[in-house]
C-alpha cells in the first residue's frame, strides 16, 4: 500500500540535499550522483558480474546489493540506483528476451500484432520478489543515502519489443504509432502497467526517489509526443504520485521535449547534454527541479577542462528552482573512477561555498 505523506517523510535520507533539491528546498550543496555509476567503469563491478549475464546478475538480491553500492563505496555521492535493467519487468512477465554483450536486449519474438500485445500480462510483486529483497537490504546498507528506483519508459519498452533489440531509427515502432494508432495505445497502455507496477514494488521496499528512464524518445517529435507518449507516461507518475516520493523523468536527444516531459508528472525533469541547464529552465516551465548535465565524454578531458565545464553546469543549474547535478546520460565505460571521485568533491566543494 502506498504511504502516508507522514510516513514517507520520516524515512531514512528524507533531509538529504538529494530529496530536498528534487522537492526544491534549500540544500547545503548541490547534489550530484551518476546515472550507470554503478557499471563497467568500475574494476569491482566487472570482478563481480565476470561470467554472469546481466539479467542473472539482475535476478540475484545479494549481487544487486553488492553492485549498487560499490558507487557509493568509491564516491561521496548523494543517491544510490538501483542496480537493474529496464527490460527486467518484462522478462519477469515471461518474454522471452536477452541482454547480449555489445548489442543490447534483444526479443526473440517481437511483438507486432494485437495478438503478442494481448500475451502481456500484468506484472505481479511476486514476480520481481528478487527486487523487494534487495532494496530492503540495500535500505538498510544506506543509512541517510536515498535509492533511487527506476523502470523504462513506454516507448523505449515498445521500441525493444517491437523492433526485436536496440534500433537508431525506430522505424517498425514508429510504423505501428502512426499506422495503428489503437494497437499503439493498447501496448503503450499495458507497458505503462508494467514500469508503474515495478516502481510500486521498489518504493514499497524502501527505495526514496523513482527515475523513469525513456531513454530513446527523444526520437519522436513534439507532436507526437503530446498525443502518442505522454499519456502513458503521465499514467505511470500518477500511479506514484500517493507514495510522495520525487519523480524523475530523463531521455536523450529530448531537448524540443523537456516541457512535455515535466507535462507528464514528473518533479525532476533530466536534461542531457545538449540543452544548457538555463535554457533547460524556460523550456521547462516553473515548478520543476532540473537533473543534468555534463557532456560524459568530458571525463575523457584534462582535469581543468573538467572542472571549468563543470562549474558553468553548476552555474546555469543556479537558474532552476532544485538541481541535482548529474551527467548528460551513462557514465562511458572507459571512464577514470578517479575522475569521478574528484568531479563529486568538485560539485560539493563549489556549491557549497
Known amino acids: 500500500m502506498p504511504q502516508d505523506s507522514a510516513t514517507a517523510a520520516s524515512g531514512p535520507g528524507e533531509e538529504s540535499a538529494f530529496l530536498l533539491a528534487c522537492r526544491r528546498r534549500p540544500v547545503p550543496h548541490t547534489p550530484v550522483w551518476f546515472m550507470r555509476q554503478a557499471g563497467r567503469s568500475l574494476p569491482e563491478y566487472r570482478e563481480a558480474r565476470a561470467g554472469i549475464p546481466m539479467l542473472e546478475a539482475c535476478a540475484r538480491p545479494d549481487l544487486v546489493v553488492e553492485i549498487t ?25 515471461g ?31 511476486g514476480d520481481v520478489a528478487f527486487a523487494t529483497e ?72 524502501g527505495a526514496r526517489a523513482i527515475q523513469l528512464f525513456d531513454s530513446w524518445v527523444g526520437g519522436v517529435g513534439p507532436e507526437d509526443y503530446r498525443t502518442s507518449v505522454l499519456p502513458h507516461s503521465r499514467k505511470i507518475f ?21 516541457g512535455l516531459m515535466g507535462e507528464a508528472g514528473a518533479d525532476v525533469v533530466g536534461v542531457d547534454w545538449r540543452v544548457p541547464l538555463d535554457e533547460a529552465v524556460l523550456r521547462v516551465g516553473p515548478g520543476k527541479a532540473l537533473q543534468g548535465n555534463l557532456d560524459p565524454a568530458i571525463l575523457f578531458a584534462p582535469w581543468d577542462v573538467i572542472a571549468d565545464r563543470t ?22 565505460p572507459t571512464t577514470d573512477p578517479d575522475k569521478l571521485a574528484r568531479l563529486v568533491d568538485l560539485v560539493h566543494e563549489e556549491s557549497a561555498r
Open 69 to 93: 553500492m560499490q558507487p557509493v563505496r568509491r564516491y561521496a555521492v548523494d543517491a544510490a540506483i538501483f542496480f537493474s535493467d529496464i527490460v527486467v519487468p518484462l522478462k519477469a512477465i
Open 311 to 332: 562549474r558553468d553546469v553548476l552555474a546555469r543549474g543556479r537558474t532552476a528552482e532544485g538541481h541535482v547535478f548529474n551527467l548528460g546520460h551513462g557514465v562511458l
Open 134 to 205: 534487495a532494496v530492503q537490504a540495500l535500505t538498510g546498507e544506506l543509512g541517510g543515502t536515498p535509492l533511487i528506483g527506476f523502470a523504462g519508459g513506454p516507448f523505449t519498452l515498445a521500441s525493444y519489443l517491437i523492433e526485436g533489440g536496440p534500433s537508431k531509427t525506430h522505424d517498425r515502432t514508429k510504423a505501428m504509432m502512426y499506422g495503428e494508432p489503437e494497437l499503439w495505445a493498447r501496448l503503450l497502455d499495458r507497458l505503462a502497467d508494467i514500469a508503474a507496477a515495478y516502481l510500486k514494488v521498489q518504493v514499497e521496499a
Open 238 to 258: 500518477e500511479a506514484l504520485a500517493p507514495y510522495d516520493v520525487p519523480r524523475i523523468h530523463f531521455g536523450v536527444g529530448t531537448g524540443e521535449l523537456l
Open 95 to 125: 518474454i522471452d528476451l536477452d541482454i547480449k554483450p555489445g548489442v543490447g536486449p534483444v526479443i526473440a519474438d517481437p511483438v507486432r500484432d494485437a495478438a503478442a500485445v494481448d500475451r502481456l500480462r500484468p506484472l505481479e510483486p
